[in-house]
């Protein structure tokens, strides 16, 4: 058993459209709520950093009136923490204005205090004092394909950040523009973009401009990523050098999220909307797929999820945890909150009736 | 010559210490701009809560003047008068 002990138990945050929810349980099945937090303003990323003998909760925070910024609670939302410059600031030689922070990524246990955080306008940033204050990563920020990245529907941003936990191998994927790969710690950055369509595009085939929804890694396969792309699901087993179709054997080939295991190889999950056209789970019917071969083949999971569901799952509306079997979580554009405490295999509604959930991370923790 | 005042709604209020209403001394017409870095320098979040970090009043933040709001004035540029009270409001925005 990994991550079982009594002493540990697991915290659920719940971002949506008008303020976070929190949640802590023993099991994965009884969850304790406290909420909302930031009444009024959207929640769309959120970071649970358990590294260092802590848990320290980092948001994303945006509102309408008053603009976006970061803060964390170390004491799981008891009192929350809002540095006075704002911890994402854009320079003043930019001319930039931070929209919205799309991702906060606590890097490995080798890192200590460093967390990257994905932003709109399309930007990476880093942080090496626990989210407190982040840094523009310049290399991307002036990439000269800068000009010809675009907006998805939701905004220009940059979403998914994976870091190596032993190389100075960074990807990140942004909407609209694609993959980027840094090796070397986020200096230079290159597309890697090779086999994934851009069939929106007048050469569906480019080397950027593609609109990748989320990007994962898998945890025990070096150089293996998996992609959930606006029509598309794709692998990588070569870092990103090349990118392979996966998606026999969905229903469908578009959605938003895209989830690994935290341990196990080829372990991979994905919520399968019927298309760009029509943002719904095919026929109505809400189904996670899961693959244990890399994409080989897919298991429909179903079991404990409502039929006659016509909400969207967004790309950071889902998470895993790193307990053993996996605990596997995601919110509806309605508002409704399932977790399995079997890698699918069962789902249970956690919390229904919220604004459209936006993002969700759950954590395994020490005495919560 | 008389202090301008800007009024601050209540959901800000706590971002200024619980004040209501902040005051600028002054010895003639200042622009808006000078007169929110004047108000706002002690209280860093509330700055940033009006205005964006390239000096931009945010979309949904208005800002009146003499019953006017500055957009249909000078903007940030727009003038104030020693004794005038300026006051922030949020527009009525969001679903």
């Given at each position: 058993m990994v991550g079982m002990t009594t002493a540990e138990s697991f915290v659920l945050a719940i971002g949506t459209k008008k303020g976070l929810w929190l949640a802590t349980s023993q099991d994965r099945r009884q969850w304790s709520f406290t909420g909302p937090h930031f009444l009024m303003a959207e929640i769309p990323s959120i970071g649970i950093d358990t590294r260092e003998g802590r848990t320290r909760i980092m948001v994303g925070v945006r509102n309408e009136h008053w603009g976006p910024t970061v803060a964390h609670s170390d004491d799981l939302g008891t009192t929350w923490t809002e540095p006075e410059q704002g911890a994402i600031r854009f320079p003043e030689d930019t001319g930039a204005a931070l929209e919205r922070i799309w991702q906060i990524y606590?890097?490995?246990?080798?890192?200590?205090?460093?967390?990257?955080?994905?932003a709109e306008p399309i930007s990476v940033w880093k942080s090496t004092d626990g989210g407190e204050h982040f840094e523009l990563n310049r290399g991307l920020w002036d990439h000269p394909h800068r000009s010809e990245w675009?907006?998805?529907?939701?905004?220009?941003?940059?979403?998914?950040?994976?870091?190596?936990?032993?190389?100075?191998?960074?990807?990140?994927?942004?909407?609209?523009?694609?993959?980027?790969?840094?090796?070397?710690?986020?200096?230079?950055?290159?597309?890697?973009?090779?086999?994934?369509?851009?069939?929106?595009?007048?050469d569906p085939n480019p080397e950027f401009g593609q609109c990748v929804h989320k990007i994962a890694a898998d945890a025990a396969v070096d150089g293996r990523l998996y992609a959930q792309n606006h029509h598309g699901v794709y692998r990588t087993d070569d870092n990103a050098e090349s990118w392979n179709s996966i998606a026999e054997g969905l229903p469908a080939d578009f959605g938003f999220v895209m989830l690994t295991h935290p341990r196990r190889e080829g372990t991979a999950w994905v919520v399968p909307l019927k298309a760009d056209g029509e943002r719904i789970p095919p026929n109505g019917e809400l189904a996670v797929h899961r693959t244990d071969d890399a994409g080989g083949t897919w298991k429909r999971l179903s079991n404990g999820l409502p039929t006659g569901e016509y909400n969207s799952v967004l790309r950071d509306a889902a998470s895993v945890d790193t307990a053993e079997p996996a605990g596997v979580y995601f919110g509806t554009r309605g508002g409704t909150v399932y977790a399995s405490a079997d890698e699918g295999e069962t789902f249970a509604e956690v919390l229904a009736h919220l604004p459209d959930v936006l993002c969700v991370r759950a954590a395994v923790v020490a005495g919560a | 010559m008389p202090d301008i005042t800007v009024v601050l709604?209540?959901?800000?209020?706590?971002?200024?210490?619980?004040?209501?209403?902040?005051?600028?001394?002054?010895?003639?017409?200042?622009?808006?701009?000078?007169?929110?870095?004047?108000?706002?320098?002690?209280?860093?979040?509330?700055a940033r809560r009006l205005r964006d970090e390239t000096g931009a009043l945010r979309r949904y933040v208005n800002i009146y003047v003499a019953g006017?709001?500055?957009?249909?004035?000078?903007?940030?540029?727009?003038?104030?008068?020693?004794?005038?009270?300026?006051?922030?409001?949020?527009?009525?925005?969001?679903?």
């Open positions: 606590p890097d490995a246990e080798s890192r200590p205090g460093v967390v990257w955080a994905g675009g907006a998805g529907y939701g905004g220009a941003a940059a979403h998914s950040i994976v870091v190596h936990p032993a190389r100075e191998t960074v990807h990140v994927a942004m909407s609209t523009g694609g993959v980027y790969r840094s090796l070397d710690g986020g200096t230079s950055w290159e597309a890697r973009n090779r086999g994934i369509s851009a069939y929106f595009m007048p | 709604p209540s959901i800000l209020q706590p971002l200024a210490g619980g004040q209501s209403v902040l005051t600028a001394p002054t010895d003639g017409p200042v622009t808006v701009v000078k007169l929110l870095d004047s108000v706002t320098a002690g209280f860093p979040v509330l006017d709001e500055v957009r249909r004035l000078q903007g940030l540029e727009t003038e104030v008068a020693p004794g005038q009270e300026v006051l922030v409001i949020q527009s009525v925005a969001g679903g």
